[in-house]
C-alpha cells in the first residue's frame, strides 16, 4: 500500500478539475489578449472564473488578480504596500511561511522597512495583546503579515479579531490564507483585509496558478511588468487551464466544504486517538482547534530519527518535516523551533485530503509501531 498523507505541500488532482481543464488543453487554446475569436473565447472563460471565485469571497471581480501562485501573491503584496502605499514598518511573526519571512527580511535588509515581530503563545498563536500594543506604538504607516493557519502546525489566526485591529489603528492587513481557501468560509464583505493569497494545488488544483485578492482600497502597482494582462496588474501570458482548473477546484470545495471537513477531522482524530495508543512518549505540535487538515507529531528522541521519513517513504507513506519549500534544507524547521522540544526528537507532519481512508490511517501508525519497536530494540 502507498499512503500520501502529505497533502499541505500538495494535493491530486480532482478527476473533476481534470475533466473541466481538458477543453482548454485541446481546444480552446487561443490567446487571451487575442482579438479573434479564439482570444475571445479563452478570454470570457478566464473572466467567468474570476467572477465565480470572486463571488465565493463576496468580492468584485476587479479585486481578483491570477498569480503563479501563493508565493507570488505575498511578494505582491508585501513589496507593493511598502512601494505604494507608503508602509514603512511590517508586523509579522517568526513563524510564517518562507515566501513571507524571506520577503521582509530582504525589505529590512535594504532599509526600506522596520521589521517587528509579534510574539506568540506557547502553542504557537499570536499574542493578540502584545499585536495590539505594537500596533498602539507604531508611528508610521503599518501593515501587519500574519497567515490564517501555519502550514506546518496548522494553528489557526483569528483573522476577525486581527482585521478589527488593523481597522483600530490603520494599518492595512495581509493574510497568507494558502492553507485555508477552501477549508474555511471566508466573507471579505465582512472582515476587512487588504490582501489574501492563493494556491490552487493546496485544493486538489493545478500547480503554478493561484490568486491574490487587491482590497480596491489598497492602491498599488504591478509586481511584474510587461503587458496589459489581468487589467495592467500582473503582466504575461495567463495561465489559461490552470485558472479553469482554479475555479473548478474552488467550486467542488466550497460545495462540499462542510461534508468535506467533518470527514477530515474524522480521520485527523483517528490518527491522533491511535498513535497516543500504540506510541508512548509522543506530544502533538498542532493544537487541537487548529487546522483540521494538518497533524504535526513530535516522536522522542532516537538516534534513528533522522532517518524517520527516510523510512516512512521506504514503507510508502508519504509525509513531511515541515514546509515542502524547505525541503532539502539541513537547518531544522524554524516553525518547530519555537517549541524548543528534546534534542533528537522528530517532528513530522501528516496532513489529509478527502482521498485519504481509514485503512490508510491504521496502515501508518501500524508502521509507525513497527519502526519504534525496530528502534528501541
Given at each position: 500500500m502507498?499512503?500520501?498523507?502529505?497533502n499541505a505541500a500538495?494535493?491530486?488532482l480532482?478527476?473533476?478539475?481534470?475533466?473541466?481543464?481538458l477543453?482548454?488543453?485541446?481546444n480552446?487554446f487561443?490567446n487571451?489578449?487575442?482579438?479573434?475569436?479564439y482570444?475571445?473565447?479563452?478570454r470570457?472563460?478566464?473572466?467567468k472564473?474570476?467572477?465565480q471565485?470572486?463571488?465565493?469571497?463576496h468580492?468584485?471581480p476587479?479585486e481578483?488578480?491570477f498569480t503563479?501562485?501563493?508565493?507570488e501573491?505575498?511578494n505582491?503584496a508585501?513589496?507593493?504596500s511598502?512601494?505604494?502605499?507608503?508602509?514603512t514598518h511590517?508586523?509579522?511573526s517568526?513563524?510564517?511561511?518562507h515566501?513571507?519571512t524571506?520577503?521582509?527580511?530582504?525589505?529590512?535588509?535594504?532599509n526600506?522597512?522596520?521589521l517587528?515581530?509579534?510574539k506568540?503563545?506557547?502553542?504557537?498563536?499570536v499574542?493578540?495583546n502584545?499585536?495590539?500594543e505594537?500596533?498602539?506604538?507604531s508611528?508610521?504607516?503599518?501593515?501587519?503579515?500574519?497567515?490564517?493557519?501555519n502550514?506546518?502546525?496548522?494553528v489557526?489566526?483569528?483573522?476577525d479579531?486581527?482585521?478589527?485591529?488593523c481597522?483600530?489603528?490603520?494599518?492595512?492587513?495581509?493574510?497568507d490564507?494558502?492553507q485555508?481557501?477552501?477549508h474555511y468560509n471566508?466573507?471579505l464583505?465582512?472582515?476587512?483585509?487588504?490582501f489574501?493569497?492563493?494556491?490552487?494545488?493546496?485544493?486538489h488544483?493545478?500547480?503554478g496558478?493561484?490568486?491574490?485578492?487587491v482590497?480596491?482600497?489598497?492602491?498599488?502597482?504591478?509586481?511584474?511588468?510587461?503587458?496589459?494582462?489581468?487589467?495592467?496588474?500582473?503582466?504575461?501570458t495567463?495561465?489559461?487551464?490552470?485558472i479553469?482548473?482554479?475555479?473548478?477546484?474552488?467550486?467542488?470545495a466550497?460545495?462540499?466544504?462542510?461534508?468535506?471537513?467533518?470527514y477530515?477531522?474524522s480521520?485527523?482524530?483517528?490518527?491522533?486517538?491511535?498513535?497516543n495508543?500504540e506510541i508512548?512518549?509522543?506530544?502533538f505540535?498542532?493544537?487541537?482547534?487548529g487546522l483540521?487538515?494538518?497533524?504535526?507529531?513530535n516522536?522522542?528522541a532516537?538516534?534513528?530519527?533522522?532517518?524517520?521519513l527516510?523510512?516512512?517513504?521506504i514503507a510508502g507513506?508519504?509525509?513531511?518535516?515541515g514546509s515542502?519549500?524547505?525541503?532539502?534544507?539541513n537547518?531544522?524547521s524554524?516553525?518547530?523551533?519555537?517549541?524548543?522540544?528534546e534534542e533528537d526528537s522528530?517532528?513530522?507532519?501528516?496532513?489529509f485530503?478527502?482521498?485519504n481512508t481509514?485503512?490508510?490511517?491504521?496502515?501508518v501508525?501500524?508502521?509507525?509501531?513497527?519502526?519504534?519497536?525496530?528502534t528501541v530494540?
Amino acid at each position: 500500500m502507498r499512503v500520501y498523507l502529505d497533502n499541505a505541500a500538495t494535493t491530486a488532482l480532482d478527476p473533476k478539475v481534470i475533466d473541466a481543464m481538458l477543453p482548454y488543453l485541446h481546444n480552446h487554446f487561443g490567446n487571451p489578449s487575442s482579438i479573434h475569436s479564439y482570444g475571445r473565447e479563452t478570454r470570457a472563460a478566464i473572466e467567468k472564473a474570476r467572477k465565480q471565485i470572486a463571488g465565493l469571497f463576496h468580492v468584485s471581480p476587479g479585486e481578483i488578480f491570477f498569480t503563479s501562485g501563493g508565493t507570488e501573491a505575498n511578494n505582491m503584496a508585501l513589496q507593493c504596500s511598502v512601494r505604494d502605499l507608503g508602509v514603512t514598518h511590517i508586523i509579522t511573526s517568526q513563524i510564517e511561511h518562507h515566501a513571507v519571512t524571506h520577503t521582509v527580511e530582504a525589505l529590512k535588509k535594504e532599509n526600506k522597512i522596520k521589521l517587528t515581530y509579534v510574539k506568540l503563545e506557547a502553542d504557537g498563536s499570536v499574542d493578540y495583546n502584545d499585536l495590539e500594543e505594537l500596533l498602539k506604538a507604531s508611528s508610521e504607516k503599518t501593515l501587519v503579515s500574519l497567515m490564517h493557519a501555519n502550514n506546518e502546525i496548522g494553528v489557526l489566526l483569528d483573522i476577525d479579531k486581527v482585521s478589527e485591529l488593523c481597522e483600530t489603528y490603520d494599518a492595512c492587513f495581509h493574510c497568507d490564507t494558502v492553507q485555508t481557501i477552501a477549508h474555511y468560509n471566508l466573507d471579505l464583505q465582512k472582515t476587512k483585509i487588504h490582501f489574501i493569497s492563493c494556491a490552487a494545488h493546496k485544493f486538489h488544483g493545478p500547480k503554478g496558478v493561484g490568486f491574490i485578492y487587491v482590497n480596491a482600497d489598497a492602491l498599488i502597482k504591478p509586481l511584474i511588468y510587461g503587458g496589459a494582462q489581468e487589467r495592467n496588474m500582473r503582466a504575461g501570458t495567463e495561465n489559461l487551464y490552470g485558472i479553469i482548473g482554479l475555479a473548478k477546484a474552488l467550486e467542488i470545495a466550497y460545495k462540499e466544504l462542510e461534508e468535506t471537513k467533518q470527514y477530515i477531522s474524522s480521520l485527523r482524530a483517528h490518527l491522533k486517538k491511535r498513535l497516543n495508543e500504540e506510541i508512548p512518549g509522543i506530544i502533538f505540535n498542532s493544537p487541537d482547534n487548529g487546522l483540521y487538515t494538518v497533524l504535526n507529531v513530535n516522536f522522542p528522541a532516537s538516534e534513528k530519527n533522522e532517518l524517520l521519513l527516510f523510512n516512512l517513504d521506504i514503507a510508502g507513506i508519504a509525509a513531511s518535516g515541515g514546509s515542502a519549500c524547505s525541503s532539502g534544507s539541513n537547518i531544522g524547521s524554524h516553525v518547530i523551533a519555537h517549541f524548543n522540544r528534546e534534542e533528537d526528537s522528530a517532528a513530522v507532519r501528516f496532513s489529509f485530503s478527502k482521498f485519504n481512508t481509514k485503512e490508510e490511517i491504521d496502515f501508518v501508525v501500524d508502521k509507525m509501531k513497527e519502526m519504534m519497536l525496530v528502534t528501541v530494540q
